[in-house]
């Protein structure tokens, strides 16, 4: 989905409205990125809601649609509950020992709201450690999210890398 | 005269170390770390064998172009009005500036904006700005792109050679080539690459995933999580689509020219179930095109077959796998999927999944792959005191495919090489009685390459 100018001007709600719902992407994104740091992966995932999908599209098309391009990652729930799994458990080799995260989170910016939640994109950097070896990924993330009561779910979590290709880096072993 | 103790370790010259009454195969780990054995890699063997550079499907239309790095060096592919590929340097010959600074598209010109020289899809230069400046003034004959040296396609498989002097691409692939047709044939039709191109490397050296990408032995320890926790987790038992050493143990071929293949009987990709009806569809389709038998050796087995030196075609994910150095500790890889051009969306959706959900930097399968080629690259560098790999599994017996003879074949094509002598067609364990060089060509392939 490519934003324009358009799309932003007839979909983002009034400014008040506005200035509450990026206070509360803020702190629903800052709050993701600690669990993701701490490895609390199950934690993270009770953010995701039960249709979830987590996708990293193809670094050289990443405007292409699910199933039409050989993306990194298109995790519907089910997939995203393994990968949770397999990073908990004793044989993710890659992340074992696991590598240290940060991740800073900035630029965020509601770019869509309707009564059933909205959009919110975001830029991050994500520092990976491990191995005596410094890797940064680099890109924007874009979050839906669903309202279920009191609290925000996400919809899809979207990663759009940056990056040319994966290198150094070599992989994306933990959750970007 | 005393001996020096050297403070660096020294390597063995011959790094291939094989005692078959013993049944030991050893290779030096200097192979994975020394400069020079890089730098010999490169003039003997890269230099000189046919390299993977893209697929046709990749430029369908005239105009259409790819530029890429082959073997480190930047190439660009044209499809040319007539429904020719060319292959050029991606240099001007003015400067060596890349004309073509774009990955992929289409183009009608290619100018280089340096001084503005411009280059049509043949690679003739049609404009040369102020042409007066020069002895020939506007005569624009001889300042054309730079073809590649030689350029051959195998079914959309383009491939290339620095060599001009090279034996023949068909020749060269020698009996792989039926193994491709079988890669090929599995959708009833024409192939595409899919959208989407996986670019990504590894800190170790490049003959590690080689290794690796034809490695049976390593799935179930390596892959634990993706038999004994993904599959699971998508309600199919491990069983159900891999049938592990104990009920059918496959078998590695020595093909020609250091090639070589491992197959096992796969009954399916694992996450095929929605897409069965399609998959059976196509099978009978395959049995009424080539028969029983073959359909059945298309459909039901899965192959890694290696190209000598760097290319890897991989059925289950239905992957082509390039790998290149880059210093002795760190490749460069690319994939691509290869799928049915006729299939239904649904169906390539699943085989993307497949893929994705085993292979490539984010898969549940490559990472673990990836960081364990990056261990063994660490552990190389403790090297004085193991300094050998043992590649011997298979080696007192019959080798199936979890044992080491595809392995070893490799190897063996990989030192005749850098030794630069003539090698036998095939580098299996007990080689065939024909011992006949695969290439004629003195210079070329199987002959070890020439090196001036």
Known sequence: ?176 | MIEVPLLRRASPSTMVDEDPAAGSFRVHRGAFVDEDVLEREKARIFDHCWLYAMHESEVATPGDFVSRKVDGKPRMFVRVPAGVLRAFFNACPHRGMSVCRKKSGSARTFPCFYHGWTFDLQGKLVALPDAAGYAGGADMSGKGLRPVARMETYRGLVFVNFDAGACSLDEYLGNAKEYIDLMLDFGDGEVDIAPGQQRYSIRSNWKLLVENSIDVYHAHSTHNRYFNRFLPDMGLPARTWLNVSDQAPGRAIALDNGHAVVETMVRSGPLMKTAATELAQVRQRLVEKFGEERAAQIADYGRNLLIFPNLLFISTWRTIRTIYPVAPGYMEVDAWALLPRNESAELKRQRMDNFISFLGPAGFGTPDDVSGLESCQRGFFDGADAPWSDISRGMHGTPVAADELQMRAFWRRWQHLLDAVPGPRSYGDAPRASNAPACEHESACAEGGHHG
Do not use: C
């Open chain 1, 1 to 176: 989905m490519v934003e324009t100018a358009e799309r932003v001007r007839n979909d983002v709600p009034p400014a008040q409205q506005l200035e509450a719902l990026t206070r509360e992407a803020e702190s629903f994104l800052y709050h993701e990125a600690a669990l993701l740091d701490e490895w609390r992966l199950d934690e993270w995932l009770a953010l995701m809601a039960p249709d979830a999908h987590y996708r990293v599209p193809p670094l050289d098309l990443p405007n292409a649609a699910p199933g039409e391009a050989l993306y990194l990652i298109d995790d519907d729930r089910q997939r995203l509950d393994s990968r949770v799994r397999q990073l908990t458990g004793k044989t993710a080799w890659a992340e074992t020992p696991r590598s240290r995260t940060r991740r800073l989170v900035t630029n965020v910016r509601v770019t869509a709201a309707d009564a059933e939640g909205f959009t919110a994109s975001s830029n991050f950097a994500v520092w990976r450690f491990q191995f005596d070896n410094t890797d940064v990924y680099v890109g924007r993330y874009e979050h839906t999210f669903v309202r279920s009561g009191e609290h925000l779910l996400v919809k899809e979590r979207k990663v759009v890398l940056d990056l040319e290709a994966l290198r150094p880096h070599g992989r994306i072993s933990f959750i970007l």
